[in-house]
């Protein structure tokens, strides 16, 4: 963490000490903000969030900070839709510039099936609360003009789906947001502490171990993103979860005139302009599981020659950066946050490529679920048990990997 | 440049060619075999570091080969 960003936000580092009520491992998104909730909702401030790295180091400082709301199942229509709201209340109450922005975000269709899986989209989305509704070819011109409609000949636009909650917001500055807010209420966050152990007692997870010696804990949350399956090995725990890459690429700048985030299911691809002008274009996850944080070349061969089909404008730039992450995949697309089925350790995983959004409205859950020692009914279709209950969640709404 | 796998057929080919196969393990520990069902049906070992993987050449030989990879950095150390 560097002078400006401490400068930008006022964060006290704290020496762990050898025992709290709850630690937190893992400083993403999730791990702060459970720790921001924990103290602002249920003041409950005897805290500790142990990043081995820098907060925001993993993938909430690298994605590519879509939020939305549009997905395909109930249950995650009516929770992420809570967290859009979050997330619009977020600047005012933490009393940090998050650059926040609505955006609108259109989902593209190029065939029949595709064109009816969009208005699926919108009539289920209405149904539970999320605002979207279908478009037809006019629609999309206005409301994003550089599209090519004919999609290089080749992928022509039938019709989409337009859900104008979405937005984006700088991602880093959501992490730091969450870390001054739990830190100034008393939580401690310790940077390079790296938790490499669980510590059981007959059967309940009471603590963690850390090179710096073992801190004692009333309960443990593992919020370790792509790292979850090594951490909860510890104590046997086995999880449905595969750790795959993700990339994505900046442009050089564009004139500032890109509004929306545009997304094709069929070329997998997505697109937005950042506050500095860059065009930022993700994809799907690369097939093989991995935690390399290797960016290739074939990534942005396929990504933006299938963007550039539809965004010929893209043709004109230049890539500036790419990057990667690592990222918790669940089989069914959706996340897994609750208890771990063992005692004292709770989860948050299974955030995949689509986390960053969840983030205000997954720490609050968690923290609730801590503090209260009952599930939120918001999340209680999302808990680990559900593959044994053969309760699994498919959601199509997610896999367009943003 | 990308990874390159060494099929035992085709030589050296770049990763993308290949799928990925994971050679599924249930734990011994676990004898319920409701519980086995469960841990065959969803979890996966998901390594971080060395290990033994099968990969299918899908756009090539169409056959299957063992490869040792290194997932903290997709070293393959040896395919065969
Ligand atoms: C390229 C890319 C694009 C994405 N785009 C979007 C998007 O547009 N919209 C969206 O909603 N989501 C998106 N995502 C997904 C989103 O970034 C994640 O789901 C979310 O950030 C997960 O947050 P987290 O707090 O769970 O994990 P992370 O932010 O990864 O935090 C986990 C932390 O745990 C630490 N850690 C790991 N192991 C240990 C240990 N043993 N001890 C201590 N600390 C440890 C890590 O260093 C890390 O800082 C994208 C992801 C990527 C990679
Ligand atoms: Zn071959």
Redesign the interface.
Same mark, same amino acid.
């Given at each position: 963490m560097n002078e400006f960003v401490e400068r930008l936000v006022s964060l006290r580092w704290a020496e762990p000490k050898k025992s709290y009520d709850v630690v937190i491992v893992g400083g993403g998104g999730h791990g702060l903000a459970t720790a921001y909730y924990l103290a602002t909702r249920h003041g409950i401030t005897n805290v500790a969030v142990l990043e081995r790295g820098y907060i925001g180091s993993g993938n909430s400082g690298r994605n590519t900070t879509v939020i939305r709301a549009n997905y395909g199942i109930p249950e995650a229509v009516r929770f992420y839709q809570h967290s859009v709201e979050l997330y619009q209340g977020l600047e005012q109450e933490t009393g940090r510039g998050l650059m926040h922005e609505r955006k609108g975000l259109l989902w593209l269709a190029h065939s029949e099936m595709g064109a009816r899986a969009e208005r699926a989209r919108a009539e289920l989305n209405t149904a539970f609360g999320a605002d979207t509704v279908y478009v037809e070819r006019d629609d999309i011109l206005r409301i994003c003009p550089q599209l090519d409609l004919d999609g290089g000949g080749v992928w022509p636009v039938r019709g989409g789906s337009y859900h104008p909650a979405a937005a984006t917001a700088r991602h880093d500055r959501v992490v730091w947001a969450f870390a001054e807010g739990a830190m100034a209420r008393g939580v401690d966050v310790a940077q390079r502490t790296e938790v490499t152990g669980l510590k059981t007692d007959r059967g309940r997870v009471v603590g963690v171990d850390t090179p710096q010696g073992p801190i004692h804990a009333g309960h443990v949350l593992s919020a370790v993103g792509g $790292?979850v399956?090594?951490l909860v090995s510890k104590v046997?725990l086995?999880?449905?979860? %595969?750790?795959h890459p993700l990339q994505a690429f900046v442009t050089n700048h564009y004139q500032r005139q890109f509004h929306p985030i545009v997304a094709s299911a069929d070329l997998l691809f997505y697109a937005s302009q950042t506050a500095r002008g860059e065009m930022l274009i993700g994809a799907e996850i690369d097939?093989? #599981?991995?935690?390399?944080y %290797?960016a290739? $070349? #074939?990534f942005i061969q396929h990504c933006a020659h299938r963007a550039m089909t539809l965004l010929p404008l893209l043709g004109k730039l230049k890539v500036l950066r790419q990057w990667t992450g690592v990222c918790d995949m669940s #089989?069914d697309y959706s996340p897994i946050l609750g208890e771990s089925g063992i005692d004292g350790l709770y989860l948050t995983t299974g955030w995949g490529t689509w986390g960053f959004k969840a983030i205000p409205a997954g720490g609050e859950q968690m923290a609730r679920l801590i503090a209260e020692g009952e599930t939120p009914e918001l999340i209680a279709p999302f808990s680990l048990d559900r593959?044994?209950r053969d309760r699994t969640l498919a959601d199509r709404g997610s896999s367009g990997t943003h | 440049m990308s990874i390159q796998i060494s099929c035992p057929h085709c030589g050296p080919r770049p990763m993308e060619e290949f799928l990925f196969g994971e050679i599924p393990v249930t734990p011994d520990s676990l004898t319920d075999p409701r519980d086995r069902d469960l841990d065959r049906g969803f979890m996966h070992q998901n390594p971080e570091g060395p290990t033994v993987e099968r990969w299918f050449h899908l756009y090539g030989c169409r056959r299957w080969c063992t490869v040792e990879r290194d997932t903290r950095t997709d070293e393959i150390t040896e395919a065969g």
């Open positions: $790292h399956t090594s046997g086995r999880l449905p979860i %595969r750790t097939r093989q #599981p991995s935690y390399s %290797r290739g $070349h #074939p #089989p593959f044994a | -």
